[in-house]
């Protein structure tokens, strides 16, 4: 089942833009990760946000974290046409066993 | 270090062949790999997790007689899709990991298989 359910589920943007995703999920979590997809490719891993952090950076990359509404954002500022990709959120299931994957934003940067 | 590699990258084949898809961890010891499936424009879905020497165990709604899943070393695990059908056209993913929590995993670069 899914956890985490990423919006906009799609985003056009212009380079140089700032890029924001939402990530929702269901459960408590240890913490929460982000990755990156190009098309017909692996994953990309982006960035790990601890349960106790509120807001991490990487980069052009910011991530925060609510765990009181259960919620992520993922920022990109000052985007380039290379960001163009599915961006996904991911946390460990219940038991800690496996990853469960949100449903991706699919990011497209034009120049 | 930590790399996962997918063999083939892609695969075509006949409507009820079988194909054969590996995922092996080049510089580290795999004790857990994680198979996912990933249709067009959709998320990654676990299709099952396989410890080394123990038997795979499998999402709800996977087949396990379908998806056959062996992880017979800590370096080498194998996806069968047996009598596979165009349904079955996909892109598999798997990861692994040594030890640890279950975030710490590393993808392979993912196999796209396309049933004719």
């Known amino acids: 089942s899914q956890q985490g359910e990423e919006d906009p589920q799609a985003l056009s943007i212009q380079e140089g833009e700032n890029a924001t995703m939402n990530c929702s999920y269901k459960t408590s979590i240890n913490n929460l990760q982000w990755y990156r997809q190009n098309s017909g490719r692996g994953l990309v891993h982006l960035i790990l946000?601890?349960?106790?952090?509120r807001e991490k950076h990487s980069g052009r990359l910011r991530v925060t974290l609510d765990t009181s509404k259960k919620s992520s954002s993922l920022l990109i500022t000052a985007s380039r046409a290379a960001d163009t990709a599915s961006y996904f959120c991911?946390?460990?299931?219940?038991?800690?066993?496996?990853?469960?994957f949100g449903k991706g934003t699919t990011l497209s940067v034009s120049s | 270090g930590a790399v996962v590699s997918q063999h083939p990258s892609r695969v075509i084949c006949k409507s009820g062949t079988s194909v054969k898809i590996e995922c092996r961890s080049l510089?580290?010891?795999?004790?857990?790999m994680f198979w996912y499936r990933q249709f067009p424009k959709q998320s990654l879905m676990l299709m099952a997790t396989s410890n080394e020497g123990s038997k795979a165990t499998y999402e709800q709604g996977v087949e396990k007689d379908k998806f056959l899943i062996n992880h017979a070393s800590l370096t080498l695990s194998t996806l069968t899709v047996t009598s596979a059908h165009p349904e079955d056209s996909s892109f598999y993913i798997c990861s692994a990991k040594s030890g640890g929590a279950v975030e710490t995993q590393y993808f392979g670069p993912g196999t796209r298989l396309l049933v004719l």
């Open positions: 510089d580290f010891q795999a004790t857990t």
């Open positions: 991911a946390t460990a299931n219940q038991a800690g066993t496996a990853l469960i």
């Open positions: 946000i601890r349960s106790n952090e």
